[in-house]
């Protein structure tokens, strides 16, 4: 008996042995067998909306609206990219067309913004231009990351949109600020709006909104072309140059430059966004290096690889301080006129 058990046990290694080696040499056995798919709440939901929400766009019947045209338009900029993505300029869509669209879809737009130490002083304004100009008529929920929770502004808010506070620590480097905003990102959305979120727009808090910021600016992965860089040639553009970095673009390499003020687009593009510059900035301190304007430095870099889907126009982030080119027929929104020395932790 305890022979035959014996003979029993060594064939059973035999067979198994060989198994287990060959499952972990080589994947493609591995996948043929075992799914490798981590399987997340958000993943789930990743699958759930992504078809529905970006590519299927669905017309309402009888809607009346200008005939376009593939013959004449715009001729001063260029609105699409060598990717065939569109780039966004004024006179490119049509908003009645674009809210037909996604009303129908009932989409949840999500919007962060950092209000840390005196930039809390911005908040009221932006919140005030947002609800006159921000995807008006949709479903908005405003996120303000900030270490003084109890100062938020009183803003009389639409039906359907709401304003949530989420507590982050204070700092004595803006740069650690700044940087630190795709970790906070991440986390929302692993946390919080997985669960009923479909798009989301992170945006810089020292900022007013002017004029209507709508569907038209919806997409998978969304950029803002840099105001002070959108005529420049890309040698001038002020990309982390140093090789050693995770945000390294090298010369005569990159589209556009993007602001860090503005990126925003589908929930699960936006958190791969998030989630590769938290962990090449990490990476990088670890190394002992700092990007040279922190997550800005490293969503160029993302976005150089992973090209957008969408690309809006620098109508979408303008500076007040800055002279009003005549391709600008509008400004949608803009970063106001700052006293950094007055306002930043540090200099
Ligand atoms: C540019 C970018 C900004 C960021 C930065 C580099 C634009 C228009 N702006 O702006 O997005 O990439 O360069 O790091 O693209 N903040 C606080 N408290 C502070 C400091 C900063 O809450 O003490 C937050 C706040 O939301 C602010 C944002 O961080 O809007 C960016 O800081 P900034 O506006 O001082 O940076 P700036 O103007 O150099």
Redesign the pocket.
Known sequence: MQLVNKILLVSLLLVVLPLVLYYYFFPTFRDLFFEQKEITPFSRYAERNILSQEFHLVAPDHLKYNQPSIVSGRTDVVTVTPWLAPVVWEGTFDPVLFDSIYKQKNITIAAT???????IMFLKEFLETAEKHFFVGFRVHVFVFTDRPNELPQVKMAAGRQLTAYPVPSSKR??E??ARRMEFIQELIEKELHKYADYIFCL???SRFHSRWGTESLGGLVAVV?PGYYRADRSEFPYERRPESRAYVAPGEGDFYY???AFGGLLQEVHQLAKTCHSNFKADATDGIEAA????SHLNRYMWINKPSKVLSPEY?WQDFKNINPEVKIIRFS?VIKNYAA???NV
Request: hydrophobic share 35%; net charge negative; with cysteine.
């Open positions: 913004v950092f209000a840390v130490g005196k930039y803006w740069q600020i700044s810089d808090v020292d840099h602001c860090g003020g304007w922190q997550e800005e982030l970063g306002i930043r932790p």
